[in-house]
Structure formats: C-alpha cells, structure tokens
C-alpha cells in the first residue's frame, strides 16, 4: 500500500508560478513510477509529467519547457515545479504512484490559473 498527500495548488494569475508537492509513505520500495495527471472540468485525466525510478523523466507536450517534475529520497516526496502558467493549466493535479499493475493516486490538489 501506497498513500499519497499532494499539496501546494491555488490560485495564481497567468505567467505566475506554483510549486506542487507529493509526500509519499508505505511500502514506497516497490514504486516503479511517480507522476503527476490533472483533469481540468469537463475533461478527462491526462498525463502531465512521470519520473520513473532510474528513468528519464517524460513530460506532456502541452507543458514541456515550463513544469519540472523532481524528487527528494530522504523525503520521499515528489515535487512539480509549474513555471509561465496558462489558464489552460487550470484543474485539479493528481499524483500517481504505479506500483507492479497497481496505480495509486492522491486526493488531488486543485489548481485555478487567471487570466
């Protein structure tokens, strides 16, 4: 079993900046991949960048450039640095755990980009 917290969405005008965070406990020894989706109202879940262990990072088109996705080990926490926002960014972010065919996810951190 994995559990999830993201924290760190809000509100934030366009071109602004927001740091996400992830903090991940349990049986964190078995985690192939962290990540971090988001689904925005009226849309489905969609990838926005994966970390997978000992992998390189992959990032959705939509948000190369701009977010960065990184981990600390010592704090089992995975982070998505979201530079340059749109408000096409706007929706709630979940981070993703995928653990063997298992995927666990966070209670979601809602982000709202002004325009």
């Known amino acids: 079993q994995v559990q999830l917290v993201e924290s760190g969405g809000g509100l934030v005008q366009a071109g602004g900046s927001l740091r996400l965070s992830c903090a991940a406990s349990?049986?964190?020894?078995?985690?192939?991949?962290m990540g971090w989706y988001r689904q925005a109202p009226g849309k489905q879940r969609e990838l926005v960048a994966t970390m997978p262990r000992g992998g390189s990072t992959n990032y959705a088109d939509s948000v190369k450039g701009r977010f960065t996705i990184s981990r600390d080990n010592a704090k089992n926490t995975v982070y998505l640095q979201m530079n340059s926002l749109k408000p096409e960014d706007t929706g709630v972010y979940y981070c993703?755990?995928?653990?063997?065919?298992?995927?666990?996810w966070g209670q979601g951190t809602q982000v709202f980009v002004s325009s």
């Open positions: 993703n755990a995928k653990v063997f065919v298992y995927d666990y």
């Open positions: 349990g049986s964190l020894f078995n985690i192939a991949t």
